[in-house]
T-cell receptor, first 113, second 112 residues
Framework: AQSVTQLDSQVPVFEEAPVELRCNYS??????LFWYVQYPNQGLQLLLK??????LVKGINGFEAEFNKSQTSFHLRKPSVHISDTAEYFC???????????FGTGTSLTVIP | KAGVTQTPRYLIKTRGQQVTLSCSPI?????VSWYQQTPGQGLQFLFE???????NKGNFPGRFSGRQFSNSRSEMNVSTLELGDSALYLC???????????FGQGTRLTVV
């Protein structure tokens, strides 16, 4: 069985401060890992993905994430956040033998001026 | 190139009615998936189509059905609507099932 756990439902952070959004996954098979961002009344936009290779992946808008197989984690980081980063962030796993995404429950990031 | 297009963006329906939602994937993409998003349950997988065949189905009642046409466009139908069906329905398309998925903006369904 597969599951994704986002450890923080809400993360407030001051503008220009660093942020880390935590994600752990559980799977009996290898998975591909993704982070998506959702702005109000919008669909999901891909921030970054890990398919294979280097465990540090860089995405759009200055975000990056590190795949840690031993800890089954895929935490999202940004060194300096902006007001425009305020949104809902979803971690997702896609089993390499499957046909669907397994999403976490989301982390609401609020950037405080 | 054009992104994933979902129509309509908003719908209001009455309990007991049925509804059809449409999704046009990115040109060349053959896999289309549907997800239901609610505040309480988060994002839940409905079904996935590839080349007109349903390959995977989530844990939803039979009132939820879908299909995919030869041009890869997909429709989702919900019959006998219930208040609990109120949600944002998201469609995602990808070249193949296990590659990067691109999501549409969703259809916001409200059942009254």
């Amino acid at each position: 069985a597969q599951s994704v756990t986002q450890l923080d439902s809400q993360v407030p952070v001051f503008e220009e401060a660093p942020v880390e959004l935590r994600c752990n996954y559980s799977s009996s098979v290898s998975v591909y890992l993704f982070w998506y961002v959702q702005y109000p009344n919008q669909g999901l936009q891909l921030l970054l993905k890990y398919l294979s290779g280097s465990t540090l992946v860089k995405g759009i808008n200055g975000f990056e994430a590190e795949f840690n197989k031993s800890q089954t984690s895929f935490h999202l980081r940004k060194p300096s956040v902006h007001i425009s980063d305020t949104a809902e962030y979803f971690c997702a796993a896609y089993p390499n033998t499957g046909n669907q995404f397994y999403f976490g429950t989301g982390t609401s990031l609020t950037v405080i001026p | 190139k054009a992104g994933v297009t979902q129509t309509p963006r908003y719908l209001i329906k009455t309990r007991g009615q049925q509804v059809t939602l449409s999704c046009s994937p990115i040109s060349g993409h053959r896999s289309v998936s549907w997800y239901q998003q609610t505040p309480g349950q988060g994002l839940q997988f409905l079904f996935e189509y590839f080349s007109e065949t349903q390959r995977n189905k989530g844990n939803f009642p039979g009132r939820f059905s879908g299909r995919q046409f030869s041009n890869s466009r997909s429709e989702m139908n919900v019959s006998t609507l219930e208040l609990g069906d109120s949600a944002l329905y998201l469609c995602a398309s990808s070249l193949q099932a296990n590659t990067e998925a691109f999501f549409g903006q969703g259809t916001r369904l409200t059942v009254v």
